[in-house]
């Protein structure tokens, strides 16, 4: 089946320790976004990425990193320097930019303690 | 900037009936996008509906439709016959054309009381 894949599904770190999530899609999508999800609040953009080799930060990109080495992969890393990293994330692609809608992945529960 | 407000944090519907969760948004464009996506407990973001703003005629799908008012800046989400498996949080989305700025409302919880 296609889609995107995203593990684990809960992860636990301590406090300091950089983390990668992961998140694949069989879809041949170009573009792939990683969003933030807090209580209460809708999704927020960190990264995303329009080709290979490419990504734009997003609205809340401090504390985060990634990387686009293939089409099918887009690892995002929350470093230390991410004040408060528990949260849910949620991988995205889409077709190609602009104005085709973007599908989820079941995203990661990140806590740190 | 561009701003989605959803103003029902919760609402709830008996099974069978119709239910309409409110969205508007702020933005100066004229072409882009909205959407709607559904969040059950699992998690996972499911796309409900989409509109084009260059479109007068509302989306419908199936159960779902829309009403669009472009000039108020206004997209409500219609349920129709709701059933149990609607229950979730439904999330309203605006995107500009050219743009991979897709900007989130907060969410409304819906309940479906049998």
């Known amino acids: 089946d296609g889609g995107i894949t995203q593990s684990p599904k809960y992860l636990f770190r301590k406090e300091g320790q950089n983390v990668t999530l992961s998140c694949e899609q069989n879809l041949n999508h170009d573009a792939m976004y990683w969003y933030r999800q807090d209580p209460g609040q809708g999704l927020r953009l960190i990264y995303y990425s329009q080709i290979v080799n490419d990504f734009q930060k997003g609205d809340i990109a401090e504390g985060y990193s990634v990387s686009r080495e293939k089409k099918e992969s887009f690892p995002l890393t929350v470093t230390s320097a991410q004040k408060n990293p528990t949260a849910f994330y949620l991988c995205?692609?889409?077709?190609?930019?602009?104005?085709?809608?973007?599908?989820f992945g079941p995203g990661t529960r990140l806590t740190v303690t | 900037a561009q701003t989605v407000t959803q103003s029902q944090p919760e609402m709830s519907v008996q099974e069978a009936e119709t239910v309409t969760l409110s969205c508007t948004y702020d933005t100066s464009e004229s072409d882009y996008y909205l959407f709607w996506y559904k969040q059950p407990p699992s998690r996972q973001m499911i796309l409900v509906i989409r509109?084009?703003?260059?479109?007068?005629q509302n989306a419908t799908e199936n159960r779902f439709s829309v009403n669009f008012q472009k000039a108020a800046k206004s997209f409500s989400l219609k349920i129709s016959d709701s059933q149990l498996g609607d229950a979730a949080m439904y999330f309203c989305a605006y995107r500009r054309r050219r743009n991979n700025d897709m900007r989130f409302g907060a969410g409304t919880r819906l309940t479906v009381k049998p």
């Open positions: 509109q084009e703003a260059y479109k007068q």
């Open positions: 995205a692609s889409s077709i190609r930019t602009g104005q085709d809608e973007q599908y």
